[in-house]
T-cell receptor, first 112, second 114 residues
């Protein structure tokens, strides 16, 4: 079954304490892996797209990496404003639909 | 430029009533998606429109749900005879390309069925 699993479900960090969020996927024919950030009461905000194993993208304190089975979102020296739910999603298969399959998300809380 | 907009932002309705939710995509985006986010659950794909092609309706949970996209731009998601389990946040997204483009999301419509 095509599946996207994120871990941990929740993560509490102290400001400045670096960590990583995991997104593992079991799909056939990955066409793209996406990371989004979602703040309470808002729609998901796009962060990164990764297309092939070995690819890396960076933005401020965030760095996303991709292997053939999983993606990591590394957060370096986080600040309280990084607190949010981080969502991973994949596009896959040979069909002509671009629908995304989402993981359940990791809720990050960064304490000052 | 303007992002994806959705209206209403909140909707409270009674069980059995019909509701219409509206989405205005980013100008120039040819692909439009509807997703549903229920409390404690991930985002669930509902339907996808790409240009003049037949929509992918594979995610619609029942025949009470339907959507249309007029003139390749604005889309309306209609839920007939609403049930309490329809309570959720309905999110719309758009992208340049339906098969590989990055999707940009609107703020969502929070639907509560009493």
């Amino acid at each position: 079954e095509d599946q996207v699993t994120q871990s941990p479900e929740a993560l509490r960090l102290q400001e400045g304490e670096s960590s990583s969020l995991n997104c593992s996927y079991t799909v056939s024919g990955l066409r793209g892996l996406f990371w989004y950030r979602q703040d309470p009461g808002k729609g998901p905000e796009f962060l990164f797209t990764l297309y092939s194993a070995g690819e890396e993208k960076e933005k401020e304190r965030l760095k996303a990496t991709l292997t053939k089975k999983e993606s990591f979102l590394h957060i370096t020296a986080p600040k309280p404003e990084d607190s949010a739910t981080y969502l991973c999603a994949v596009q896959f298969g040979s069909s002509n639909t671009g629908k995304l399959i989402f993981g359940q998300g990791t809720t990050l809380q960064v304490k000052p | 430029g303007a992002g994806v907009s959705q209206s209403p932002s909140n909707k409270v309705t009674e069980k059995g009533k019909d509701v219409e939710l509206r989405c205005d995509p980013i100008s120039g985006h040819t692909a439009l998606y509807w997703y549903r986010q229920s409390l404690g659950q991930g985002l669930e794909f509902l339907i996808y429109f790409q240009g003049n092609s037949a929509p992918d309706k594979s995610g619609l949970p029942s025949d009470r749900f339907s959507a249309e996209r007029t003139g390749g731009s604005v889309s309306t998601l209609t839920i007939q005879r609403t049930q309490q389990e329809d309570s959720a946040v309905y999110l719309c997204a758009s992208s340049f390309s339906g098969t590989a483009g990055t999707q940009y999301f609107g703020p969502g419509t929070r639907l509560l069925v009493l």
